[in-house]
């Protein structure tokens, strides 16, 4: 998701699991010189978090010119004294005699690692806001390198991953079944504390600790993705504390989980019609120059592998729901993921799906040696069902399925399907669908893109409306998120945002390639 290491196909709840699809693209950053210790702060905090907001942070070098720490934060803030969990933060360092302070950044999920995330500087950020600023990515509770929530091994993952999304007869709805009941019943049994505690507001708690323990006064936050749900929560906490907050790829916080899978669902197939009809201008098209008829083509793959899956070289079957998450996956950058998804048809089309098969391993984090290398397949669950408390009966989810499948023919049935897991979820929800205002904060820059498939044009809108000093700063492109996504337009304003905190109003950006 990436840019977008955002989602995961199984459970695509809520938003990616901004997978930053450069983010595996990966060079070495040149060294920089660590910043001058900035004076400490006296931002108010409630007494019973003294402990926590008084933590002096103690950085350590861990190479290619990083520093790294860990935060101390309470697992339970009604309570705490209890118990406690440590972040892992990393931090790229502006050169000492420029730093403007800390920009914290998240790239989204829920689940995606902010230490992973800000080791890809030279592909997510622009010199500018590098050079200026010491970027700061931290792992959220429960993620990462975060006292991860551990929920299911490699193997019983590759099965819940390869599962049918359309389940279609008694037999692959009682699979179905088994499978959300076992992610529910496993992070409870071998994560029986976190998996409790990995809420947004826990989260963005967190952030306000961070903040302090930084030195800085004010956050300056740019979200991506999930990442926007978790800056507009801490604006709505903390007004007072807010800085220049950058919010791409918004997430609508009114919605539900089952109001966010629907319009995920429309908002991809929309995604692939606009990818074949951009498809017939390439010389490497494998698919029909007509766009309804290219449509139907990939639409026919993926009910072949149905009944009929495909055979990988490393034994596995290669199913509907694996070809799912390839096509979906790519469908995040028009960047980098349409090319591939060019590629990935060429052979998948007549059978040979190797190369499908290797951008959905990516797109979950499958290694070539069958290991899944971060816990965002599990982590997602975690935040959305503890975030929102709609939980769809089975009965309910085999008419959503049938309902959306009107509207969105490719994805409907199975993001339908994708919230079963949060039915079974073995804590309650502590957070609730509504509106964000963040009544005192100064202007919040939100970034909307025209034709985003996981996080859809009108939630940007909603967002931008809701909050009493919102910005929307448009980009008429495709793809999740607009920063560093081909609008040099996109760059300049944001850059320009967080250097003078002048936010553009009503600006729209085009892409320029």
């Not at 976190?194 to 979200?223: C, H, P």
């Not at 504390?241 to 319009?263: C, F, H, W």
């Amino acid at each position: 998701m990436k840019k977008n290491r955002l989602v995961l196909i199984i459970a695509l709840v809520a938003v990616v699991s901004a997978v930053v699809f450069t983010l595996f693209h990966l060079t070495e950053p040149p060294k920089q010189a660590k910043p001058k210790p900035r004076p400490s702060i006296t931002t108010a905090f409630p007494a019973k978090l003294s402990h926590f907001y008084k933590q002096n942070l103690v950085w350590k070098g861990c190479g290619d010119g990083f520093d790294c720490t860990k935060l101390e934060v309470p697992l339970d803030y009604r309570h705490p004294a209890t118990a406690s969990i440590y972040l892992k933060v990393t931090r790229h360092s502006a050169p000492a005699e420029i730093t403007r302070g800390s920009l914290v950044i998240n790239p989204g999920g829920p689940g995606g690692s902010g230490v992973d995330f800000v080791r890809s500087i030279d592909y997510i950020m622009t010199p500018t806001l590098k050079e200026n600023f010491d970027v700061v990515g931290f792992d959220p509770r429960g993620v990462g390198t975060s006292n991860p929530i551990k929920c299911l091994n490699d193997k019983q993952l590759d099965q819940v991953l390869a599962a049918d999304q359309s389940p279609d007869n008694s037999v692959e709805v009682a699979q179905f079944v088994s499978y959300a009941k076992l992610m529910a019943n496993e992070c409870a049994k071998k994560s029986p504390t976190i998996y409790k505690f990995m809420d947004t507001v826990s989260a963005t708690r967190d952030i306000d600790i961070l903040r302090q323990a930084l030195g800085d006064e004010k956050l300056n936050w740019f979200g991506w993705s999930y990442g926007t749900f978790l800056g507009a929560t801490y604006a709505d906490l903390f007004p007072k504390n807010v800085g220049r907050m950058t919010l791409d790829g918004a997430i609508d916080p009114k919605l539900t989980n089952e109001q966010m899978s629907y319009g995920q669902a429309v908002g991809f197939d929309v995604a692939l019609r606009r990818f074949v009809a951009d498809c017939a201008t390439q010389s490497d098209c494998p698919l029909s120059h007509n766009t309804d008829t290219g449509v139907a083509q990939v639409a026919n793959m993926l009910e072949k592998l149905d009944s009929q899956p495909g055979q990988l070289e490393d034994g596995r079957k290669f199913t509907q729901a694996m070809a799912l998450t390839g096509v979906l996956g790519n469908l995040y950058s028009k960047q980098y993921g349409w090319p591939d998804l060019r590629s990935a048809l060429l052979t998948a089309l007549d059978g040979d799906y190797a190369t499908l098969a290797a951008s959905a391993d990516f797109y979950t984090s499958r290694d070539s040696n069958g290991h899944y290398t971060d816990n965002g397949n599990e982590a997602i669950y975690a935040v959305n069902c503890l975030d929102r408390p709609d939980r769809a009966t089975l009965a309910q989810t085999q008419q959503l399925a049938n309902e959306w499948k009107k509207q969105a023919p490719v994805f409907g049935i199975s993001l339908a399907w994708s919230n079963l897991a949060c039915t079974y979820w073995q804590a309650p929800a502590t957070g609730k669908p509504g509106p964000i205002h963040a009544k005192g904060s100064p202007k919040i820059l939100v970034v909307g893109t025209k034709y985003d498939p996981a996080t859809p044009y009108p939630w940007a809108q909603s967002l931008a409306g809701q909050l009493s000093q919102g910005v929307l700063l448009t980009f008429n492109g495709d793809g999740h998120t607009a920063y560093s996504e081909g609008s040099d337009c996109i760059d300049r304003y944001i850059d320009q945002y967080f250097l003078i905190g002048r936010a553009p109003v009503g600006v729209s950006c085009n892409y320029n390639p």
